[in-house]
């Protein structure tokens, strides 16, 4: 009874075999309030097994050592942010989708009325990536200066646990093209309002 569907039981029906394998057995999704009600309840998963969390509302597949989060849900997150000063004014954006051991972020950060950035710029990532990824390139990364409208292509790598993802310049004035760090002149001469710092990366989870 392959793809047999959802069947609603009512008192005194039989409960053959069949509606057991088909409907109960492989049809089911257990729910559990959040993870630490799955942890309690299930001490001890088998790979392949499936579960939702109604915290997160999100579903997650068992691979034989840690859950994994199933399906694509863009979530908000609030990073951590270095080499700069936030000030007054600013924006500050960041969301994650997880599929499985694929983790992929989007990061924006616009400079508000008494923003600077200060030094080498980096952010905290959602999850941290698996040691594979380590000091990696994981993205592309775009800083734009707002006046005269000047936008600057740049890359992104990820560092080991905890996870960060620090942003960088590309210069040409070699031979070839370098990643360097951001710093109160590079790639802007002077920072101010609106010019922002876009970072999309992808990586491989822990």
Known sequence: ????????????????????????????????????????????????????????????????????????????????????????????????????????????????????????VSFSLPVNQASSNRSGAAGTALIYDASPGVRYPGTVYITSTPGYAFVRALNSAGTYLTAVALTSAIPIAVWATSDSITANISYEVV
């Not at 309690?40 to 994994?68: I, K, N």
């Not at 989060?69 to 500050?92: M, N, Q, R």
């Open 1 to 120: 009874m392959a793809g047999a569907g959802y069947k609603s039981f009512t008192s005194g029906d039989i409960l053959t075999a069949s509606d057991t394998n088909t409907y109960l057995m492989q049809q089911t999704i257990m729910t559990f309030a959040s993870a630490a009600a799955r942890t309690t309840a299930l001490t001890a998963p088998s790979e392949g097994m499936f579960s939702y969390l109604v915290d997160s509302d999100a579903y997650f597949v068992y691979s034989g050592s840690a859950w994994m989060e199933f399906d694509i849900v863009w979530k908000s997150y609030t990073p951590t942010i270095a080499g700069v000063t936030l000030g007054s004014g600013y924006t500050l954006s960041a969301s994650y989708a997880q599929l499985g051991e694929l983790m992929v972020v989007n990061f924006y950060f616009a400079l508000g009325a008494t923003s600077a950035i200060t030094g080498d």
